[in-house]
């Protein structure tokens, strides 16, 4: 198997690019998944997002998709946005195939908590109110 896609990047996330790097012909079902910046968090209106990654963001997103796909047997590909993303942006797409839906959805929960959990990308919400707060700090 070939390297997993993983992207940590500036550029506004090609879907189309995620989801082809899963497509293969024995996959019955593929899912993807759009983390997408929302107006509101904790009941206060959000009006933008600043994401900033560590240095080693890149090359930990990618073994850590290496890492899923091995333990899964799926094919699967992530792609995390940094920089300033407005409402309604995607900050995470994520991809898994599989030969059955089940599995699909199974590991891209899976995939996506871990990216979450453990890749060194933090957020800065900027707030209506002209407050801001910093998030997976």
């Given at each position: 198997?070939?390297?997993?896609?993983a992207?940590?990047d500036e550029q506004?996330?090609?879907?189309?690019?995620v989801r082809?790097a899963v497509?293969?012909?024995?996959?019955?079902?593929?899912?993807?998944?759009?983390?997408v910046?929302r107006?509101?968090?904790?009941?206060a209106?959000?009006?933008?997002l600043?994401?900033?990654?560590?240095?080693e963001?890149?090359?930990?997103?990618?073994?850590?998709?290496?890492d899923e796909?091995?333990r899964?047997g799926?094919?699967?590909?992530?792609?995390?946005?940094?920089g300033?993303l407005?409402?309604g942006d995607a900050?995470?797409?994520?991809?898994?195939?599989?030969?059955?839906r089940?599995?699909?959805?199974a590991?891209?929960?899976?995939?996506?908590?871990?990216?979450?959990?453990?890749?060194?990308?933090?957020?800065?919400?900027?707030?209506?109110?002209?407050?801001?707060?910093?998030?997976?700090?």
């Open positions: 198997m070939t390297q997993p896609y992207r940590v506004p996330i090609d879907e189309a690019a082809a497509d293969s012909p024995e996959s019955g079902a593929v899912v993807v998944f759009h983390g910046i107006n509101h968090d904790g009941g209106a959000v009006r933008a600043d994401y900033s990654a560590h240095p963001a890149q090359r930990l997103l990618a073994e850590l998709v290496a796909a091995a899964s799926l094919r699967l590909a992530a792609a995390h946005r940094v300033a407005r409402i900050a995470l797409v994520a991809a898994a195939a599989a030969a059955h089940a599995e699909a959805f590991a891209i929960e899976r995939l996506v908590e871990r990216i979450k959990a453990e890749i060194p990308i933090w957020k800065r919400q900027h707030f209506a109110d002209d407050t801001s707060e910093w998030v997976g700090l």
